[in-house]
């Protein structure tokens, strides 16, 4: 396991931009992903955005295609993502995850595909 330290969360009012941050201890042989996981009051952990760190593709969640976006920055060891036109329903504590993420097969969505979790960062929209 490798550790992961969240940061950037806060409180925005609809439509507006905020930026996570997730500094990895280091980039393991077995982090082939990293990902954003939310869990959004009385819902299970879902899936937000993920990024495979070796060959830069990224995947994201139907709910925030067109407004989130995930990228990294391995000389900081740090991944982030992006939140634009943020909505009340992104209200939910955000987790940075890293693993396989389905690399070998299955679906980066799956949170058994992640060894590695942070402790999260609140992320609070509304008026």
């Known amino acids: 396991q490798i550790q992961l330290v969240e940061s950037g969360g806060g409180s925005v009012q609809p439509g507006g931009d905020l930026r996570l941050s997730c500094v990895l201890s280091?980039?393991?042989?077995?982090?082939?992903?990293v990902a954003w996981f939310r869990q959004r009051p009385g819902k299970e952990r879902e899936g937000v955005a993920a990024?495979?760190?070796?060959?830069?593709?990224?995947d994201y969640a139907d709910s925030v295609k067109g407004r989130f976006t995930i990228s990294q920055d391995r000389s900081k060891n740090t991944v982030y993502l992006q939140m634009n036109q943020l909505k009340p329903e992104d209200t939910a504590m955000y987790y940075c995850?890293?693993?396989?993420?389905?690399?070998?097969?299955?679906?980066?969505?799956?949170?058994?595909?992640?060894?590695?979790w942070g402790q999260g960062t609140q992320v609070t929209v509304a008026s």
């Open positions: 995850v890293a693993g396989s993420g389905g690399w070998f097969g299955g679906n980066w969505s799956n949170l058994n595909e992640y060894n590695s």
């Open positions: 280091e980039y393991a042989y077995n982090t082939f992903c």
């Open positions: 990024l495979y760190v070796n060959v830069d593709t990224t």
